[in-house]
């Protein structure tokens, strides 16, 4: 079965950068679409990017996203790290049934 | 957009329970609809999706034969019959709206509830 892996936690300071791998089991991570999502503790997810580095409306461009075809990796970079973005942030795609697949979630926490 | 979940409570294992998810601030039926479910201190795990017009409907391999989904557009409601309830449905059940149809496979889930309660214990 096709799995996302995610790093289980990373930790930055305010104002530096960040980035989440989510590494495909199998396959090309680039033949189908990646998807990352917030989630805020208590809260609903919301999309921070689509379509591997699209932001939707709303999103500041803080957030990027980008795909490694070498590592068969997408990434979520966040720059200029504020204590808001202190979340739960989950990247998603798909497997060969094109059922949905989402990574575990990376906790990142901003000191 | 608002979607709102309800239905959920503490079941036994072995029993059924339907979920609904009451969709407003948009077009419902122009857009596939969803079930996500975490459970606690979990992940995110798509459980079910059906298309605009119920034409193309899928299921996690976890759940398929035991749940089934469903929509009434007249009602702009989605539903989640699951039978067969085991432990480890234990979950918070959400609705999520895809920002396509989804004639042509799933996309992104644009807007989603705040997530219903499901406890299977005995």
């Known amino acids: 079965n096709f799995m996302l892996t995610q790093p289980h936690s990373v930790s930055e300071s305010p104002g530096k950068t960040v980035t989440i791998s989510c590494t495909g089991s199998s396959g090309s991570i680039a033949s189908n679409y990646v998807q990352w999502y917030q989630q805020r503790p208590g809260s609903a997810p919301t999309p921070v990017i689509y379509e591997d580095n699209q932001r939707p409306s709303g999103v500041p461009d803080r957030f990027s996203g980008s795909i490694d075809s070498s590592s068969n990796s997408a990434s979520l970079t966040i720059s200029g790290l504020k204590t808001e973005d202190e979340a739960d942030y989950y990247c998603?795609?798909?497997?060969?049934?094109?059922?949905?697949?989402f990574g575990g979630g990376t906790k990142l926490t901003v000191l | 957009v608002q979607l709102v979940e309800s239905g959920g409570g503490l079941i036994q294992p072995g029993r059924s329970l339907r979920l609904s998810c009451a969709a407003s601030g948009f077009t419902f039926d122009d857009y596939a609809m969803h079930w996500v479910r975490q459970g606690p201190g979990k992940g995110l795990e798509w459980v079910s999706g059906?298309?605009?017009?119920?034409?193309?409907?899928d299921y996690a391999d976890s759940v398929k034969g035991r749940f089934t989904i469903s929509r009434d557009n007249a009602k702009n409601s989605l539903y989640l019959q699951m039978n067969s309830l085991r432990t480890e449905d234990t979950a918070l059940y959400f609705c999520?709206?895809?920002?396509?149809?989804?004639?042509?496979?799933?996309?992104?889930?644009?807007?989603w509830g705040q997530g219903t309660l499901v406890t299977v214990s005995s």
């Open positions: 998603q795609s798909y497997d060969s049934s094109n059922h949905v697949v």
């Open positions: 059906i298309s605009w017009n119920s034409g193309s409907i």
């Open positions: 999520a709206k895809d920002y396509r149809g989804g004639s042509s496979g799933w996309y992104l889930f644009d807007y």
